[in-house]
């Protein structure tokens, strides 16, 4: 089964600009969450999709949103880029069914931004 | 809210020696945890997980148990290798936000020959 994927593994921006993530999850999977890794605040929960739907959603700024499509795809879109949203961004799937779920990770995309 | 407490990095070992990595949790009602890995320039892979007290979860000789007493969820490992250097995510996945995972600031493990 193939795993997790994100596009692009890495992208330079500037400030101001916007960019979009990709994630496609492991097939049959329907949840996608996607989180921000940095050095000084680790790891942190952005927003979950289930079913195309927003089911949580961390404490981020407006400026990040996502979405996903009906075959389970999602992408992340960061608007108005700032130095501060320079990160790994994490993608991970899983079956969304409770009580819990095994999350499965991407590589990850490297977004800096200068 | 939901938070996870690991001990702090770097732990340095010699190759063959026991491992320790202390994780402590706060969180209502009863969490899932997970013990996830990352290697330099990858994502995250789980190593172990446990969904209930006492549950023990186990892989490639890594070992965790669930102990709700003293909220703990401690990683070890009798016999470091070299290629377990790496950094290590302790996390919880609340009740009721199954798909939410509450991470550690992460223990980095090197082990040297």
Not at chain 2, 55 to 83: C, I, M, P, W
Request: aromatic share 12%.
């Amino acid at each position: 089964k193939a795993g997790v994927t994100q596009t692009p593994r890495y992208l330079i921006k500037t400030r101001g600009q916007q960019v979009t993530l990709s994630c496609s999850p492991i097939s049959g999977h329907r949840s996608v969450s996607w989180y921000q890794q940095t050095p000084g605040q680790g790891l942190q929960f952005l927003f979950e999709y289930f079913s195309e739907t927003q089911r949580n959603k961390g404490n981020f700024p407006g400026r990040f949103s996502g979405r996903q499509f009906s075959n389970s795809r999602s992408e992340m879109n960061v608007s108005t880029l700032e130095l501060g949203d320079s990160a790994l961004y994490l993608c991970a799937s899983s079956s969304g069914t409770a009580p819990y779920n095994e999350q499965f990770f991407g590589p990850g995309t490297r977004l800096t931004v200068l | 809210g939901n938070s996870v407490t690991q001990m702090e990095g770097p732990v340095t070992l010699s190759e063959e020696a026991f491992l320790t990595i202390n994780c402590t949790y706060t969180a209502t009602g009863y969490p899932s945890l997970f013990w996830y890995v990352q290697y330099p320039g990858e994502g995250l892979q789980l190593l172990l997980k446990a969904t209930k007290a006492d549950d023990k979860g186990s892989n490639k000789g890594f070992e965790a148990t669930y102990r709700k007493e003293t909220t703990s969820f401690h990683l070890e490992k009798g016999s470091v290798q070299v290629s377990d250097s790496a950094v290590y995510f302790c996390a919880l996945s609340g009740t009721g936000t199954a798909s939410k995972l509450t991470f550690g600031t992460g223990t980095r493990l090197q082990v040297t020959l």
